[in-house]
């Protein structure tokens, strides 16, 4: 049994698909939507203000908007019905920003170290800014015969010039503030072949998102530091609604 769409939730889910159909379309016209509305490090070339939002409603291929939004049609007609419409609105976005700061604050503490690095062996930093541009479409020539410099710039270009995509950090922020306010809610989730308590089920995939973050597996491009943040945000969130409610209760 699917809960009944929300009216706050009917509408993140439309222009979420319509963002996702428009950037296949605009592709035809070479504009490229990623780079303009995703969301890029605070202090590479291509970042823009506006992404901290828009980020939100971009995704990478037809599996990442589809767990998405099928996560966020699942709890959030609950949410906004407990909430209330203004409340869950903020819950979300709140969320998401939450995700894409922790998200940040980890790449920023990467880039000092990787800079720190670089300015130790005399390495000219502004060159890998410069051809991290997406104004620059070559390949970024590295002056160096040191392997581990080579290494890290490679590695930093990457950092300037990957944008960081999706509602993940909202969605996670959906599904703590779900798993805080019905603790004993039984759910599944991918890759648990049975029903598990929320209380239970929200604690794994933290330790998980901890785990990979930090490992940071070469073939991983999922931003795991986004969901922490987000979940932390929509816990925090829903700790402090239900501790004003019992006040004035």
Known sequence: MFPQLTPVTKNIIIINVAFFI???LFQNLNIDLEALLA????????FRSWQIITHMFMH?????ILFNMLTLYSF???LEQVLGQKKFIILYFASGLGGFALYNIWNYYEVSQITNFLTSQAYDIHEIYKYADNSYSG????STNSEAVRD???????????PMVGASGAIFGVIAAFSTLFPDAKLMFMFIPFPIKAKYLTPIIIVVSLFLGFRQFSDDNIAHFAHLGGA????LYIWNWKKNR????
């Open 152 to 162: 890290a710039a490679q590695q930093l270009f990457i950092i300037l010039k990957t």
């Open 39 to 46: 969301g890029y490090f605070p202090l590479s070339p291509n």
């Open 246 to 249: 019992d006040r004035i209760q």
């Open 60 to 64: 990478g291929s037809i599996m990442h």
């Open 22 to 24: 428009g950037t296949f």
């Open 232 to 235: 932390l945000i929509g816990f």
């Open 76 to 78: 959030g007609p609950v």
């Open 139 to 142: 390949e970024m020539p590295i």
